[in-house]
């Protein structure tokens, strides 16, 4: 039944690549179509130890502080070696450009839920790998109430979900909550990101000693990873990583 179901929506209503548009295949179960997918710029070079930014988008340089964290530490983009980040470790799966950028979209404002799945799976697929194995839970960065009241769901508590399934590590909501309202990232220059997102997250004493990763849907300018750290850090979390989707480069 369910077979034929499906086999009848496919016809009446036939689905369609939320970034292209072009008609997917009947009873296809990934909502983004085979030419979209194999065109997502996944990060393949070597990065950042810190930030994750791929090379040679920036040049490297030597850290003058050496780097404690992942274990095998390699070389500094410019901009963590003039100021260190407060988290240990950033890293994203692909860059922010289309065709990943028009799926990002479709899930986070256009209320396509079912991208969160592929999007996680390609999260874990390019960097689950080379994630410390003693990370002990996944916090998603949390929305603001009334924005996820009105949009209907936390696109990162999404992705953290999948990726928390296929990595085997819990998801902890509860640990890093929003302290204050912020103005849509999206709206915002650069300095204005950071001023908004200041002491705008708040975390639980359960971090305390912890290795947490925190997941979000896009890394652009690092101001909320910053802010969310900071929080975590300020709380006792022992170790701090950051995994999203796409980054800006």
């Known amino acids: 039944?369910?077979?034929?179901?499906?086999?009848?929506?496919?016809?009446?209503?036939?689905?369609?690549?939320?970034?292209?548009?072009?008609?997917?295949?009947?009873?296809?179960?990934?909502?983004?179509?085979?030419?979209?997918?194999?065109?997502?710029?996944?990060?393949?070079?070597?990065?950042?130890?810190?930030?994750?930014?791929p090379f040679p988008t920036f040049a490297a340089v030597t850290a003058a502080t050496p780097v404690t964290w992942p274990p095998s530490a390699g070389a500094l983009c410019s901009?963590?070696?003039?100021?260190?980040?407060?988290?240990?470790?950033?890293?994203?799966?692909?860059?922010?450009?289309?065709?990943?950028?028009?799926a990002v979209h479709a899930l986070k404002f256009h209320g396509k839920r079912a991208l969160a799945r592929p999007l996680a799976e390609l999260v874990v697929e390019q960097c689950g790998p080379a994630l410390p194995s003693d990370v002990e839970a996944i916090v998603p960065v949390p929305l603001q109430p009334a924005r996820e009241r009105e949009r209907g769901f936390n696109q990162a508590a999404l992705l953290a979900e999948h990726v928390?399934?296929?990595?085997?590590?819990?998801?902890?909501?509860?640990?890093?909550?929003?302290?204050?309202?912020?103005?849509?990232?999206?709206?915002?220059?650069?300095?204005?990101?950071?001023?908004n997102v200041r002491h705008a997250f708040q975390a639980t004493a359960a971090v305390s000693g912890r290795h947490v990763l925190v997941v979000d849907d896009v890394l652009t300018t690092g101001a909320t990873a910053a802010e969310c750290a900071r929080a975590l850090r300020a709380a006792g979390a022992r170790a701090i990583g950051v995994l999203t989707v796409a980054r800006v480069v």
């Open 79 to 102: 901009g963590c070696a003039a100021d260190r980040p407060p988290y240990d470790y950033a890293r994203a799966a692909a860059q922010y450009i289309d065709p990943l950028r028009a």
């Open 164 to 195: 928390a399934r296929a990595l085997g590590w819990p998801v902890e909501r509860a640990w890093l909550a929003r302290a204050r309202p912020t103005r849509p990232q999206s709206e915002l220059t650069a300095p204005e990101r950071w001023a």
């Open 1 to 53: 039944m369910r077979v034929w179901a499906t086999a009848a929506l496919d016809l009446l209503f036939p689905a369609v690549c939320p970034v292209c548009q072009n008609r997917l295949g009947a009873g296809r179960r990934d909502p983004l179509c085979g030419a979209c997918w194999r065109s997502i710029a996944r990060i393949e070079a070597s990065a950042c130890a810190l930030c994750g930014l």
